[in-house]
């Protein structure tokens, strides 16, 4: 079957669907969706050890349970919409994103919430792929190279958003945890009935239960590629963990700041400047711009270490920006440059492998890290922290420039 057939809509007459432009749009304000859920809870955790009295390193598994439900779902069934569809996964992933919500909501202690982080992952691993599919293959033929875009805008500013809304509710409020997630639950079913309501992307091919055995796959065109955007994307991320699992922490013990506002602003700098740097460089050339990417990444992270040992907060913010943009250089440049070296049918397979990458960097060192607080304190394990992201993007450097020669 050609990828021609595979990538048209395998729309079946007898049922209505949403006109594309509506389905296309729709399609990429869900995924922002789960991205916004997901930055959500990074300002409440502070107030939840404050409210409930658990121990601060829960706060980083708190935060990177969430990580951890993502891979377990994206390596079971990051490529199953390859076989089945891309609506089926979308509506599934959707709903079980609205029952995290609704745990939220009524969660009396921090079990509850690092249960429903785990949901809320689980969730989103199984979407990610699908959408980030569908977005390409729903966008209209002029604006194919936006669905790219969005796939990789999304995340990033969905994740700030997120922390940021939450962070002003958490200082204006006095049911934050509420308000927001009742909100998310409204929103998480409006996306749910679109996903019902849009067409099929791709046409049902055999082997959906061969595709549920854990595995990634990258097509043998692609791994020069992926192999050396992964270190780039393990300093990125690890850097967008420092600010959206660590930041409360720092902010509150390093510089003594204990506002909901402040901590959902600190969390909201580096994926906004990476969603704006994604969507400003979608035109350069994507090596370069993974290249350029890792660069800010590199300078930021320095910046951030300055901040952090002298005590000087608009440091870390400035470092936040510079980093936040490499962070989104890097991702979408990433994507734009192996996304083209998949046959339709491999595509979800294959950004499900970029996602366990991206997610394995920003879950394991924040439960690292949040271990080693205790016996080494939190300065030094921030400074090591940052000296890895550093390692990290030199190493990555040095891997494009050999993809290069």
Known sequence: MSTATLARPAVTPARRTLPPAVAFTGAALAFASLYLAAGAPTPLLVLFEREWGFAPWV???????????????????GSLSDHVGRRPVLVAALAVELAAMLMFVFAPNIGWVIAARVVQGVATGAASSAFTAALVELAPERHKRLGGILGAVAPAGGLGLGALLTGAAVQFT???????????????????????????????????????????????????DFLAAAPAHLASWMLAGLFMGLSPSILRDVFHHS??????????????????????????????????????????????????????????????????????????????????????????????????????????????????VAPLGLLTTVLLYGGAIILAALVALAAQLRLER
Request: charged share 10%; glycine share 10%; net charge positive.
């Open 59 to 77: 706060l980083t598994v708190a935060f990177a349970a969430y990580a951890f439900g993502l891979l377990a779902s994206l390596v079971v069934v």
């Open 174 to 224: 006095h049911q934050a945890n509420l308000i927001v997630f009742t909100s998310l639950t409204v929103i998480m079913a409006v996306g749910t009935l679109t996903a019902v309501l849009s067409a099929e992307t791709v046409s049902r091919r055999p082997g959906a239960l061969a595709a549920l055995r854990p595995r990634v796959s990258v097509p043998r065109a692609a791994r020069p």
């Open 259 to 372: 506002s909901g506002l402040l901590n959902g602003v600190t969390a909201f700098i580096p994926p906004a400047t990476a969603a704006t740097a994604a969507y400003v460089l979608s035109r350069r050339p994507a090596r370069r711009v993974v290249r350029t990417g890792t660069v800010a990444v590199l300078a930021g992270t320095a910046i951030v270490l300055a901040g952090i040992a002298t005590g000087t907060l608009p440091l870390l913010w400035v470092g936040g920006l510079i980093g936040g943009a490499g962070f989104g250089a890097t991702f979408s440049g990433a994507l734009r440059t192996v996304g083209p070296l998949a046959e339709a049918h491999q595509r979800a397979a294959l950004f499900a492998a970029v996602f366990l990458v991206a997610y394995l960097s920003f879950g394991v060192p924040a439960i690292v890290a949040g271990q080693l």
